[in-house]
């Protein structure tokens, strides 16, 4: 009963390769996020969806697509990938309420990226 | 802009010492504020939150944090270190997305 879940754990690709990892949540919360953590762990968030809306875009390629199925539901595609792209990506929840303290996340185990 | 500072890289501990880590914020109003960790290879879990109130707050596997407005941190504790404590530790500071310090890998030696 995994609370936050991706798929897959890892993924090993060529430079110019599509791939997608996906992420599910079964809290029930009503946003989702995607993150990326490099080398040097410092984590920064790419994107954030809430109730299958986009609400956050920070400065990412075009290379990357979130998609929002359902609330449970937040994948991420990767076009044309690089070498910089390389990194753990981690797919996060939470339940925001408005106008109310802003509530934690919880993260998923994370999907280690290396592209080739 | 909401930003943390951590500005211990690395902390090497003794098993049963003490540890403390410091996060230093800025943020323009009441912050919302988190501790996580990161065992390696693992994702991240959640060891306590301030939001308001106490300033003392309490977490899992017996950490706590203070926040003190006046200085701006948000300075996480452990009485006695166990082993099992060596992992990357976090502090993020929260708007409407989370902004995470650079991280203080502890090292715990026996």
Not at chain 1, 17 to 46: A, P
Not at chain 1, 60 to 76: E, G, I, M, T, W
């Amino acid at each position: 009963d995994t609370a936050v879940s991706q798929t897959p754990k890892y993924l090993v690709t060529q430079m110019g390769n599509d791939k997608s990892i996906k992420c599910e949540q079964n809290l029930g919360h009503d946003t989702m996020y995607w993150y990326k953590q490099d080398s040097k762990k410092f984590l920064k968030i790419m994107f954030s969806y809430n109730n299958k809306e986009l609400i956050i875009n920070e400065t990412v390629p075009n290379r990357f697509s979130p998609k929002s199925p359902d609330k449970a539901h937040l994948n991420l595609h990767i076009n044309s990938l690089e070498l910089g792209d390389s990194a753990v990506y981690f797919c996060a929840s939470s339940q925001v309420v408005a106008g109310g303290p802003h509530n934690e996340q919880f993260f998923g185990p994370g999907t280690r990226l290396t592209v080739l | 802009a909401q930003s943390v500072t951590q500005p211990d890289i690395h902390i090497t501990v003794s098993e049963g010492a003490s540890l403390e880590l410091r996060c230093n914020y800025s943020y323009g109003a009441t912050p919302y504020l988190f501790w996580y960790v990161q065992s390696p290879g693992q994702g991240l879990q959640l060891l306590l939150k301030y939001f308001s109130g106490d300033t003392l707050v309490q977490g899992i596997k017996g950490f706590e944090a203070e926040f003190k407005r006046s200085q701006s941190s948000f300075n996480l504790r452990k009485p006695s270190v166990h082993w099992s404590d060596a992992a990357e530790y976090f502090c993020a500071v929260n708007d409407y997305k989370l902004s995470f310090g650079a991280g203080t890998t502890v090292t715990v030696r026996a």
